[in-house]
């Protein structure tokens, strides 16, 4: 932006002349000079004449941001710049946005247009006016401008006179306006994308019969009116704010705060604002809030600065680094004058200044000092409860993923000391005397088995997530009460509650894409690898969902490796562990990586059957998992909404896993025996693309919801019937896709075969007993013996070909009923000849007494 502000001081209007225009060309007309004006009597206005009404005069390194997207715009990332590249990046035969926010550069001094880097919000704007919002609703309040960006669809927008600077006042402003229905929802956020007037809409759906791209236009300009928010909230008639959701995760000023029912004897609450904020506003040196508790000021000893040059001066709110907050100012006095400084110019204690409520330890109060500590744990938007536990929320700093930790001693201890004051009280000592949280506190905050003011978290989202309860599409980050689930992302685009059918199949086809190099064994397996996706994205939303199971006849197809692919829709880091062998080791792992509430669980390359081991079948058809936490003497009801998916060669779901878990097979080699090798990244674009890939999977929703969710005429599943086929499964075979379950009916099909197996097994047994034998002795003998019982029985199963039985299929069945107990009769893997081979044993029933009967249970108190 230094090209186009003189920064000699703080805020300097934007000079649209000073914007660097490219010569016109013959193909694409001029982004400074429109192509045509606008409606009747509206003026041929710039792109850079229209943003330089739009933000005024801008401070230092504030910055605006632009992007431009050639041909379809729901194709490819976001890629904002710097309006100094106006003319480069929007040439009008372009997809042409801006940003209603303005942003701070990052630390390397670049743009990066998203909510952390937040500066200044400087217009609304009302999205889907004339369609999804009537006219009517906003005819009565002219706007500084209006762009049709589509056929009879306009964006109405309206410049603030004072841009604001605090984020909970925009999110304010914006869901008043939504909740009175004058925009649609999905126009909301501190990054927000919204059209310059001098550009196209490239989707294909606007395409005229000549196939050209329905051009924007300016209908209304009134670049001289602007509004402040109580004129807003009064002409549109708005309802009084709320409080908005805010991340914890994230540190912004509250506007609210909540209440306590504890004894003003045991709990001191904090001032709603920091007194040090209160004393320079007081004072008139408060200039703006930056975000992430940083406030720009005037520096109280202005009048040591070189020129008295009022810049450069911060005061940041207190940090567990920093108890007492900080004070920073670039000019000469910097080292000298510190917070303390600050304090002392102010007359605040450090007490004060620290900004923390008080607990008072009372004798013969504990329970109002565990309600106050309870208190003081919500309070910092990073502590919930689940399953009758403290859970904390955990960010890793290396990849970003937010998971949930259960509070043990040392983190509730800390939590409580770094957020509160505590002071204990005797007899003796009436004002009492600064301590430590209690030990006998900390205590009784684990034993309990429920709370009072820690919210209840079900789940963490990665991605915009749908409403367990209504279905509807959540759009914002941080913690939604109704819900219990916690989103953990950045705002994204959103343009995707029109979605329609062709939408739907752009979005499908970005998803397919992803899949071209690998080697399907059916379109079934690539639909259900497609719905693998769609599950991976909306787990969080769904009670209950069935895993997913990639396997093929040998190594090197690229197992591991689609997984990756699909786990990348789920966010975050997948929980990788192996898969367990016994029912207690499973019983131990499953619940220590829920208890962490992972995006996915990942067992890659599995070297036993997918086992239907008691807590892996409750995990997949139960909404929670109740045991004994290891280690700790304590009970918890962990959630199941985590995405689980699996690899291996040849394996199976067995007995109970068939119904449970959806199998995607991969082909085998090349003829050469080369395993598969890609050209592309699928992995890497599923990562660098993501919210494009993830608005994807929600406009495939999408469109089928508005499509009146067409269901087609398959076979139920009894636990996945509902929500996960609704989002999962019956919008791809409206798009045209094979049913994505087919693999798990078969498998359920094929294990009717049951009474065919024990039938082989018995005859087998009755020609060659217990002794190994090959494949290809098998087959001779089958083939030699063709009326036999052996034979009959091996036609029940599908592996014949037009030479008869086919040996790889045949040997493919054996390994997959290895160590089954059919009819009295047990299938062995062994050697034969010096190859590998099979066996038959008969299985002697053992008799043992029945247990005794277990004692009756305690009386649980209610």
């Given at each position: 932006m230094s090209n186009l502000l003189n920064n000699t001081a703080n805020a300097k209007p934007i000079d649209a002349s000073a914007i660097r225009i490219t010569p016109k060309n013959n193909t694409a007309p001029d982004t400074d000079r429109p192509e045509k004006g606008g409606e009747g009597g509206v003026p041929a206005?710039?792109?850079a004449e229209f943003l330089a009404v739009l933000f005024g005069k801008l401070n230092d390194d504030e910055l605006v941001a632009i992007c431009g997207k050639a041909g379809d715009p729901q194709q490819g990332g976001w890629n904002p710049a710097s309006i100094s590249e106006l003319a480069a990046r929007c040439p009008s035969d372009r997809n042409n946005y801006f940003n209603c926010s303005t942003f701070n550069p990052t630390e390397s001094g670049t743009l990066s247009a998203k909510a952390a880097n937040f500066c200044r919000y400087h217009l609304i704007v009302l999205d889907d006016v004339g369609t999804k919002v009537p006219l009517e609703k906003v005819a009565h309040v002219e706007p500084t401008y209006a762009i049709e960006t589509s056929p009879g669809n306009f964006q109405y927008g309206y410049v603030l006179a004072t841009p604001i600077t605090d984020m909970g006042k925009m999110t304010l402003l914006q869901n008043a306006c939504a909740d009175a229905g004058l925009t649609d929802n999905g126009a909301k956020g501190a990054a927000r994308w919204m059209r310059l007037p001098n550009a196209i809409n490239g989707k294909p759906k606007y395409h005229d019969a000549d196939g050209k791209a329905f051009r924007c236009r300016l209908t209304k300009w009134n670049p001289d009116k602007c509004f402040s928010e109580e004129q807003l909230f009064a002409d549109f008639n708005l309802a009084p704010p709320s409080p908005p959701s805010v991340s914890p995760l994230r540190k912004h000023?509250?506007?609210s705060r909540h209440t306590i029912e504890v004894s003003h004897d045991v709990f001191v609450q904090k001032p709603s604002e920091n007194p040090i904020v209160s004393a320079l506003k007081a004072n008139g040196l408060h200039k703006r809030y930056l975000g992430d508790g940083r406030h720009e000021i005037t520096c109280p000893w202005l009048d040591e600065h070189t020129d008295q040059i009022d810049s450069g001066t911060v005061y940041f709110e207190p940090t567990d680094s920093y108890p007492m907050g900080g004070f920073r100012c670039q000019h000469s006095h910097g080292d000298q004058q510190t917070v303390k400084n600050l304090l002392s110019k102010f007359d605040i204690n450090e007490q004060a200044a620290t900004h923390r409520s008080e607990i008072r330890i009372v004798p013969g109060a504990i329970d109002q000092v565990q309600k106050a500590a309870e208190f003081i744990l919500s309070e910092t938007g990073k502590v919930f409860q689940s399953g009758g536990a403290i859970m904390f929320l955990r960010k890793n700093p290396s990849t970003g993923d937010v998971t949930t930790e259960m509070g043990n001693d040392a983190t509730i201890t800390t939590a409580l000391a770094r957020n509160a004051i505590w002071t204990q009280?005797?007899?003796?000592?009436?004002?009492?005397s600064r301590c430590d949280p209690p030990v006998r506190l900390v205590q009784m905050l684990l034993k309990a088995n429920d709370y009072t003011y820690p919210p209840v978290l079900n789940a963490i989202a990665r991605q915009p997530y749908y409403h367990p309860d209504?279905?509807?599409l959540i759009l914002g980050p941080g913690y939604d009460q109704s819900s219990g689930i916690f989103g953990a992302f950045?705002?994204?685009?959103?343009?995707?509650?029109?979605?329609?059918?062709e939408d739907a199949q752009v979005a499908l086809k970005t998803l397919t894409n992803?899949?071209?190099?690998?080697?399907?064994?059916?379109?079934?397996?690539?639909?259900?690898?497609?719905s693998a996706m769609l599950t991976a994205t909306v787990r969080p939303s769904l009670?209950?969902?069935?895993?997913?199971?990639?396997t093929a006849p040998d190594s090197g197809v690229g197992k591991s490796y689609l997984n990756k692919v699909i786990v990348g829709f789920a966010g975050g880091e997948p929980a990788r562990a192996s898969f367990p062998k016994t029912s207690e080791e499973a019983t131990k792992s499953v619940l220590s990586l829920l208890l962490?509430?992972?995006?996915?669980?990942?067992?890659?390359?599995?070297?036993?059957?997918?086992?239907p081991h008691g807590v892996l079948n409750r995990m997949l058809t139960s909404e929670t998992i109740t045991d004994r936490v290891l280690g700790v003497s304590k009970t918890v009801t962990v959630r199941t909404q985590t995405f689980v998916i699996a690899s291996g060669i040849n394996v199976e779901p067995e007995r109970d896993m068939l119904r449970r878990v959806i199998t995607i097979r991969l082909a085998a080699r090349t003829e050469d025996g080369i395993g598969r090798s890609f050209s592309g990244n699928p992995a890497e674009d599923v990562r660098t693309k993501r919210a494009t890939m993830i608005a994807a999977v929600l406009t495939i929703i999408e469109a089928w919801k508005n499509a009146g969710q067409p269901k087609s005429d398959v076979a139920s599943i009894a636990s996945y019937g509902d929500d996960w086929a609704d989002y999962c499964r019956h919008p791809l075979i409206w798009l045209g896709l094979p049913d994505p379950a087919q693999r798990l009916f078969d498998q359920v099909d094929q294990d009717s075969q049951g009474a065919a197996l024990g039938q082989m097994l018995e005859s087998w047994y009755k020609i060659f007993g217990s002794k190994a034998v090959t494949v290809r002795q098998l087959v001779r003998y089958a083939f030699e013996n063709e009326d036999s019982l052996f034979a009959d029985a091996l036609q029940e199963f599908p592996m014949h070909d037009a030479k008869g039985i086919n040996p790889s299929k045949f040997g493919w069945l054996l390994k997959k009923q290895a160590k089954r107990v059919v009819g009295g009769y047990r299938l062995l893997e062994d050697r034969a000849d010096g190859r590998k081979g099979w066996r038959v044993e008969k299985v002697v029933k053992v008799v043992t007494p029945p247990s005794p009967p277990l004692p009756a249970p305690a009386e649980v108190p209610v």
């Open positions: 206005v710039s792109n000023r509250k506007s009280i005797s007899k003796q000592d009436k004002k009492g209504n279905g509807k950045e705002e994204v685009p959103s343009d995707i509650s029109n979605a329609t059918r992803l899949l071209s190099e690998f080697h399907f064994e059916s379109e079934t397996d690539r639909s259900a690898a497609v009670p209950l969902a069935p895993a997913f199971l990639t962490t509430a992972p995006a996915a669980i990942e067992y890659d390359d599995m070297d036993t059957s997918f086992m």
